[in-house]
């Protein structure tokens, strides 16, 4: 996997609050870094370029408390975010460089993933949200390594969870599972993706609704900051 890095450019968030002239607005760069210095995210919010990291595991608990004040204060910076006014800047193809469920390196990060059993470990990797707002279309892909008992190879596959998406009110977007498909790579590249069969509604637990909303906090033309239902904080940068 290659190191998961973020070129934050100075850019002005939509639907800014207003402030004093005298008091610039925090930018993206100005916040959290150009990628290259010990206190930017790049730096932050990555691990190292290994395979079995993901990049979105911090290395310590500090830089992360640094990270997550620094988030903050983009995120007071950068003021109300109204996608009713500004749904466009959501479109493209956007890449997670850093997610506190991943920050306490308990999934993904520096460790293998969940395993399946003891001789499955599952890898995670680059992890992308691609959104089309014409269609309403909002998809999480995931890069997985699947391990193998040796002397097979770990097999590398791209996972597509398809979801439609809403905007509710003017920052939260509610997105609604749709279908799962798995594209593997590699040597068996040209087979076609395989689309996973979804648990049936009867046997779903309840807790599982195939639903979720996250309220998008801070938003300009290359980097995007949301909170999810279940506190995760993320950060992504146009891909």
């Known amino acids: 996997m290659s190191l998961l890095s973020a070129s934050f450019t100075a850019s002005t968030p939509i639907a800014l609050a207003s ?7 925090p930018t993206a760069r100005s916040i959290l870094g150009d990628g290259n210095t010990s206190d930017s995210i790049s730096t932050v919010g ?31 910076g950068g003021g109300f975010v109204n996608l009713s006014l500004g749904l466009e800047n959501l479109q493209g193809r956007w ?17 293998p993933g969940p395993p399946i059993g003891r001789l499955l470990p599952i890898t995670l990797g680059q992890v992308f949200q691609r959104i089309d707002i014409l269609s309403k279309d909002f998809d999480n892909i995931v890069e997985l390594q699947l391990g193998a008992p040796w002397p097979l190879q770990p097999l590398e ?7 439609n ?4 009110g003017s920052s939260k977007i509610k997105i609604v599972f ?8 590699g040597n068996l590249s040209q087979l076609p993706p395989l689309e996973v069969p979804r648990i049936p509604d009867a046997l779903r637990p309840p807790s599982n609704t195939g639903s979720g909303e996250f309220e ?3 938003l300009d033309s290359d980097t995007r900051i949301t909170r999810g239902d279940r506190g995760e904080l993320r950060v992504f940068v146009i891909a």
């Open 178 to 185: 749709e279908k799962t498909t798995v594209k593997i790579a």
């Open 19 to 25: 402030s004093s002239s005298l008091s610039p607005r």
């Open 46 to 76: 990555v691990a190292d370029s290994s395979p079995s990291s993901s990049g979105y595991a911090g290395s310590t608990s500090d830089s992360i408390s640094s990270l997550k004040l620094n988030l903050l204060e983009l995120e007071a």
């Open 157 to 163: 596959v791209t996972a597509t969870l398809a979801h």
């Open 216 to 218: 998008v906090t801070y």
């Open 95 to 111: 890449k997670l460089i850093y997610s506190s469920a991943f920050s306490s390196r308990t999934l993904g990060g520096s460790r």
């Open 165 to 168: 998406f809403e905007l509710i």
